[in-house]
Nanobody
């Protein structure tokens, strides 16, 4: 049974930091590209970050590039999103997702490039 379980969300003041974790099980984690998306109320789900299977290449949306870092630990089947200098506009539900080889021809920033999704964790940044 495939599971992606996010944790680490919460309420933080602007300029603060949070570290999200996503623990994976039920599939061969090291063979999957991993991504983070977010969805704010009334908005579409948007790409935040992705990382290749080995962790040697990371992609981040421009709005978070200087503030967020994505990383993974294949020994722990976990992907992380370190979020610094948080802004109120970062408030959203954050989802992790896994992309396998069958969808490798789809761009990493598109939700339909991903096979599995977590249930999401709420991040709220107060001003």
């Amino acid at each position: 049974q495939v599971q992606l379980v996010e944790s680490g969300g919460g309420l933080v003041q602007a300029a603060g930091s949070l570290r999200l974790s996503c623990a994976a099980s039920g599939f061969t984690f090291s063979r999957y590209k991993m991504g983070w998306f977010r969805q704010a109320p009334g908005k579409e789900r948007e790409f935040v970050a992705a990382i290749t299977q080995s962790g040697d290449t990371a992609y981040l949306v421009d709005s978070v590039k200087d503030r967020f870092t994505i990383s993974r630990d294949n020994a722990k089947n976990t992907v992380y999103l370190q979020m610094n200098s948080l802004k109120p506009e970062d408030t959203a539900v954050y989802y992790c997702a896994a992309s396998g080889s069958l969808r490798s021809n789809r761009h990493y920033s598109l939700p339909d490039a991903y096979d599995y999704w977590g249930q999401g964790t709420q991040v709220t940044v107060s001003s």
